[in-house]
């Protein structure tokens, strides 16, 4: 039966710990004890093997899988917006007959059998051109907000630069690598 991955890594950091275990007070190496230690230390080396070639395997599968639904979720998007394209298609044909109706009776609305109705609304939108920029008031600007330049600051940091009001805080991260 095969270990979990937690039982494999606390074995392994256990092994690392007893290494300085393995000389006596006056730093005589036990052979027997290390002996029997390198014999754990080759086992849990052949687990660990084992366990990230299964690992990867696994990953395969899942990025696989993942591959699968993208490309299902294109085809689902594709759908979609043909669906959209069609439901936009019939508003513009509800449009006509409501614009229709509007020339025959003079009304943008029309109760539908089911006791709902639809109508013609109208909403106003305004299309601005300037001109030139430069003699326009104040009052119609906006501007935007100051915006840190993080790469002048890194860049400043690693030079030993202190730089007031900013705090500089360096984050490792690890992450996994694979090979072929």
Known sequence: MSRTTFDISASARVL????????????????SRYDEWLAQVGQVSEEIGHKLQALRAVRARLLSEAGDLTAEAKRVSARAK????EAA?????????LAAHRE???ESKVSTPDGSFVR?????????TVMDMDIVSEDYLTRPEPKL????????????WIMDGIDVTEVVNE???EGG
């Not at 710990?17 to 007070?25: E, G, H, R, W």
């Not at 013609?120 to 601005?128: A, D, G, Q």
């Not at 330049?149 to 030993?160: D, F, P, S, T, Y």
Request: charged share 30%; aromatic share 4%.
């Open 120 to 128: 013609l609304n109208k909403r106003t939108s305004y299309e601005i």
């Open 149 to 160: 330049n993080k790469v002048a600051v890194v860049a400043a940091h690693k030079e030993g």
């Open 175 to 177: 992450h996994v690598m």
């Open 89 to 97: 298609r019939v508003r513009e044909y509800m449009a006509e007959l």
């Open 82 to 85: 043909q669906r959209a394209g």
């Open 16 to 31: 690392a710990a007893q290494l300085m275990d393995i000389a006596d007070a006056e730093g005589e190496v036990n052979e």
């Open 104 to 106: 025959l009776h003079g």
